[in-house]
């Protein structure tokens, strides 16, 4: 299943006016399938990843998350879903300053109390994944952005999630340095049979994505050009 | 112009942080709000002293004095005639309750009205009726007094009623003969607090016989052949001396405790300044990129710092408006507090004084400018050290500010150097301790990020930081964020040090009073006379109590106030050798030794009056004393710790006294009861056989020593103020400090929730890193609060008043300080803690 959004409203309230972002929004993002959502700058791309995520409430509407209605859950449920299930990469990487890599890259098994050794060796194996298995001590200030956005990324992967959420991975980094993170993290997606879905507007993003969709007046319309989700099922 | 776009950019960014800025505001109002409070209490003080004495005085230079009881009037009668000399006034006066005023303590001055129109304005006021009339009525009836109209107005008296005046015990009817009113305010309000009287009315109530207290005399300044003819004629214990020198010795008794109390104050705002530094430097900090932004678009270093300087000043400008009012509320209490101690310790402190001046104000309020604006230099110099590009890096800010400890401890330890040098300086300056103290304390501010880093070293070695991540990113984030955590602990140490330094000190205080009183207060019983001014108690009254069951002994003290002289102030006291047992800070030969040389003429000198005549604590002396039989010596045998007269003490054997001084009057009876006796009802017993008879005030051995400590805790009720306003400031500072620096890290929380934490781990982390903050500023308040205390007893109590005290520093203390300072912390952290685990994940991702 991955993710169903059914029927799902959110506005903000900003200067006194109400700004409507998500208006009746349905959504299915198929498991183990890489999805690209794109919209132009402020149409909800962002809001509803966070709202897949459960960093966001909608106004209204549910959220399915591999079966689990997330708009139901506490606050602490929710939090502990998201550790265990889902991974998430932002564009400006969002790295905790005073972690080292390999410390960034633990912070989720710390977080959840899993097994020291186990967590290492899967940290250590992921960082390798990602080219960094020499930079373990560096701290982020001193990693490029296109070493930062990996680590970030190796943090999304290390616990083995089921769904990774981007957020326009490769808006802050150059052309060239965005290509290679993008096929790192779909080659990783594909290996591990993840479902990713990711907000952004790049093209190489678009010819490797398996489903697309456009975020437009608060509804999300998948591109006539692709098939339909759910079709091939 | 552009200065006035940055300061508009400035002010609104306080305006977004409107808590932040508060702080600001709060925090120098708190502190220009106790430095006016004392400031105020010191005034009133000061008026309070000139309307009782220089006003009163007029255009008297020179005064004639004896002894505590005065002296015979045949001086007065004697210098005009024989010696021809008729420009003088004598003077008697004491002190009364008025009945029709709540029985309020009030000057009974008698006066010679003839002699009185040279010399003060009383006379020379408006008055109803006539001043001839009012010149004869007091003359020719006794019992007739002259009070001010406002005294009048507050007992509802008029001309022709009575008022009735309690002396001893005594009640005397008096009539109200006339009003006066006065042409000046001071004279007014002088008069308020006096009822005049013709000399022989005032002897007569005061039983002071033929006695009179003084004679005011006017001299012209190079008139010396007049005033060394008086002095050639003068009785012996009778002296002359300018009136202005007395007022200043009397004067300077009480102007160390108010430069102490204005210290204190001072310390209030000092604590202030570093709440307004460490939130300027948050400011700062947080705007970095903006500076870098304005920097990049061509604003100049120099508009940068006029810039937060401005927007500072304009805060510290609101914040010490807001610490006026605050100070003139606090200020009537702090005189209430202060007065009773005024007048408990140094001279009867008017009531109706309450000054404030407009320069009190402006002193406040420039006080506060200056705190904010040398507060906001350094972060100031900061902003404007930073380039464009570093702007942007937050690691590059934290490797700058590593890179400073090094210099920042360095400069610590010479303050810490310079600190200690000033204060092994042997002064009576207590302006330059102050400033030796300063400097310990500054000093001490410097090395906090030096030892805090090696602290959170320490602490990383921890199994809880090793194993638990919240932990060890509290550790982390304290570490690793110095530049905004080691201001907050200095901040906080420097709060809660003072807490425990004047802690130390009041409690070291108390001790060695109440040491004090064990030694010294040994009778069971004591009597006393009634009359505040010259105790004295009738001569038969031994005879009376030997006849008495219960009381197994008794012992005759004659106490006498050196009025002029050398050792103008000192109090003279002849006792017999049972009851003199004092501990010793130096004796010349062992116990019995001392005691055969007291028996045999020598005397006992107390720490103070060793201090203040320049004697070596380590080592006697001679003292020459005025008596009847002229000038003589008296070897010093032992000085003792003593707290009963601010200008010393000195201990006479009974017989050696009466020997030279011829005086036989009694100023105190010590007794000791019969084994098994209950005291109170011995003093009921006391009391049923001769209180119609004799007049005295009977007190046990308990009810003193509970007298003396209430005296001794009213005293110290302002350090209670002290560090309950500084208990305030320390929880702002940190609260402040805490949010800012959980404010800044709001997306990186976020990135933390968005990856899992759950609110408790976020507390967990966020709890730990207060708890940190306030567990270092505590441990390193330790050693400096310790250090202050030793600072305020040995350096500057020393100075002030030349006692020693023993120093007591108890686990309390110190637990103390470590409990204030992370209590203060946690308490700090919760509600930054709970908006930031209220605030959307999303929300916290998309702040920048």
Redesign the interface.
């Known amino acids: 299943m991955a993710i169903r959004l059914q029927n799902i409203n959110k506005c903000y309230v900003e200067g006194g006016k109400k700004q409507i972002i998500l208006s009746g929004l349905n959504a299915h993002f198929p498991k183990g399938k890489f999805s690209v959502v794109l919209g132009k700058s402020g149409s909800g791309k ?2 509803l990843l ?1 709202i897949i ?1 459960g ?3 909608p106004d209204s509407g549910e959220v399915f998350v591999e079966d689990r209605n997330l708009s139901i859950l506490s ?2 449920d929710r ?2 879903f ?3 299930n889902l991974g ?1 990469i ?1 564009q400006f990487f ?6 080292t890599v390999l410390e960034n890259t633990l ?2 098994s ?3 109390g899993s097994d ?1 050794q186990k967590s290492k060796k899967a940290a250590f194996d992921i960082l390798e994944h990602v080219g960094l298995e020499n930079r373990l001590d560096a ?1 982020p ?2 990693l490029s952005g296109g070493e930062q956005q990996r680590v970030a990324i190796a ?1 999304a992967l290390v616990n083995n999630p089921q769904i990774i959420l981007a957020d326009e991975p490769t808006g802050n980094l150059d052309q060239y340095t965005g290509l290679n993170v993008l096929k790192m993290m779909v080659r990783l997606m594909r290996e591990r049979k993840k479902t990713l879905v990711m907000a952004t507007h790049s093209k190489e993003a678009l010819a490797q994505a398996d489903f697309i969709f456009r975020i437009e007046n608060g509804l999300l319309i998948p591109n006539p050009s692709e098939p339909m989700p759910g079709s091939e099922f | 112009m552009a200065l006035r776009i940055l300061l508009r950019t400035g002010l609104g960014y306080h305006r977004a942080h409107l808590l932040q800025s508060l702080l600001i505001v709060i925090g120098i109002a708190m502190g220009v709000a106790m430095v006016l409070a004392i400031d105020i209490a010191n005034s009133t003080i000061s008026q309070s002293f000139k309307f009782s004495t220089e006003s009163l005085t007029g255009k008297t230079t020179h005064q004639i004095v004896g002894t505590q009881s005065g002296f015979s009037q045949s001086v007065f009668e004697d210098l005009r005639v024989k010696y021809g000399h008729r420009e003088n006034a004598p003077v008697i006066e004491g002190h009364v309750q008025v009945k029709e005023l709540e029985m309020r303590t009030l000057k009974l001055m008698g006066i010679d009205p003839f002699s009185e129109m040279y010399y003060r304005n009383i006379l020379n006021s408006k008055a109803s009726p006539q001043s001839i009339s009012i010149f004869t009525g007091l003359l020719t009836e006794p019992g007739r007094v002259l009070i001010s109209e406002q005294l009048a107005r507050k007992a509802d008296v008029g001309v022709g009623d009575h008022l009735t005046l309690i002396q001893e015990g005594r009640e005397n009817q008096v009539v109200v003969y006339g009003l006066l009113q006065s042409r000046d305010k001071n004279s007014q309000t002088a008069l308020s607090g006096v009822v005049i009287t013709d000399i022989a009315t005032a002897q007569e109530f005061l039983m002071m016989g033929d006695q009179i207290s003084r004679i005011d005399l006017i001299i012209a300044e190079d008139d010396d052949t007049t005033l060394r003819s008086i002095e050639k004629n003068l009785p012996p214990l009778v002296t002359i001396s300018p009136a202005a020198k007395r007022r200043a010795s009397i004067r300077q008794m009480s102007s160390s405790f108010e430069l102490n109390l204005m210290a204190m104050s001072l310390l209030a705002l000092l604590v202030g300044m570093f709440l307004i530094y460490n939130t300027i430097t948050f400011s700062v900090v947080q705007r970095r990129k903006l500076f870098g932004i304005l920097r990049a678009l061509g604003v100049t270093q120099k508009e940068i710092f006029f810039m937060i300087l401005g927007e500072t000043i304009i805060l510290g400008f609101i914040g010490s408006l807001l610490g006026l009012g605050l100070g003139m509320l606090l200020g009537i209490g702090t005189v209430r507090m202060v007065g009773q101690t005024v007048s408990d310790l140094y001279f009867v402190m008017s009531t109706t004084v309450f000054a404030v001046s407009p320069f009190n104000l402006i002193k406040a309020l420039g006080l506060g400018l200056v705190a904010s604006f040398v507060s906001a230099v350094f972060p100031a110099i900061e902003a404007i050290g930073v380039t464009p590009v570093e702007a942007i890096r937050r690691s590059a800010l934290e490797k700058y500010a590593t890179r400073l400890i090094p210099r920042l401890s360095w400069g610590g330890l010479c303050l810490l150097f310079l600190g200690w040098a000033i204060l092994s300086v042997r002064t009576q300056r207590l302006e330059l301790s102050y400033t030796g103290l300063l400097f310990i304390v500054f000093g001490s501010a410097l090395l906090v990020p030096m030892i805090s880093q090696y602290l959170i070293r320490l602490c990383m070695w921890s199994p809880l930081a090793k194993y638990e991540l919240t932990v060890r990113l509290a550790f982390r984030n304290v570490s690793r964020s110095l530049s905004r955590t080691a201001v907050a602990i200095a901040a906080l140490m420097i709060t809660v040090s003072v807490i425990v330094g004047v802690g130390i000190m009041v409690e070291s205080f108390r001790f060695t009073v109440v040491q004090w009183l064990n030694d010294t207060i040994r009778a069971d019983i004591y009597l006393v006379g009634t009359n505040r001014d010259i105790p004295s108690l009738d001569v038969d009254l031994p005879e009376a109590l030997e006849g008495i069951p219960g009381i197994r002994e008794l012992f005759i003290v004659r106490a006498v106030k050196l009025n002029a002289g050398k050792y103008a102030g000192a109090v003279l006291f002849a006792m017999d050798r049972e009851i003199v047992e004092r501990k010793w800070i130096w004796k010349a030969g062992t116990e019995s030794d001392v005691y055969d040389q007291f028996a045999n003429g020598s005397v006992f000198i107390s720490e103070t009056f060793a201090w203040q005549n320049g004697f070596k604590l380590d080592r006697g002396g001679i003292i020459n004393l005025a008596t009847e039989l002229g000038e003589r010596s008296f070897p010093v045998a032992g000085i003792f710790r003593d707290f009963s007269a601010r200008q010393g003490v000195i201990l006479i054997k009974s017989q050696i006294y009466r020997q030279y001084w011829g005086d036989n009057r009694i100023s105190g009876i010590a007794l000791l009861s019969d084994s098994g006796i209950d005291v109170e009802e011995l003093i009921d017993r006391i009391n049923q056989r001769l209180a119609k008879n004799y007049h005295f005030v009977i007190s046990s051995n308990a009810s003193i020593r509970k007298n003396a400590i209430d005296v001794f805790d009213r005293t110290f009720t302002i350090t209670v103020a002290l560090k309950i306003l500084a208990t305030l400031v320390a929880f702002i500072g940190v609260f402040n400090s805490i949010m800012s620096m959980m404010l800044e890290r709001t997306r990186e929380i976020g990135v933390l929730r968005a990856n899992g934490m759950t609110i408790s781990q976020l507390w967990r982390m966020l709890l730990t890193e207060a708890g940190v903050i306030g567990f270092i500023s505590g441990l390193l308040a330790l050693p400096l609060g310790t250090v202050l205390a030793w600072i305020l007893i040995f350096v500057i109590n020393r100075q002030s008043f030349g006692w020693t005290l023993e120093f007591i520093v108890g686990p309390h203390h110190y637990l103390q300080a470590i409990g204030i300072a992370v209590v203060a912390s946690l308490l700090a952290a919760i509600y930054p803690s709970y908006a930031i685990g209220k605030k959307l994940i999303a929300e916290a991702l998309r702040t920048e």
């Not at chain 1, 969002?94 to 972690?99: A, G, H, K």
């Open positions: 962002s809001t966070n995520g960093l966001d409430i606050d602490y939090t502990i998201r550790r265990r998430f932002f969002n790295l905790i300053p005073t972690l912070l989720i710390e977080l959840d020291r701290m200030d001193f943090r």
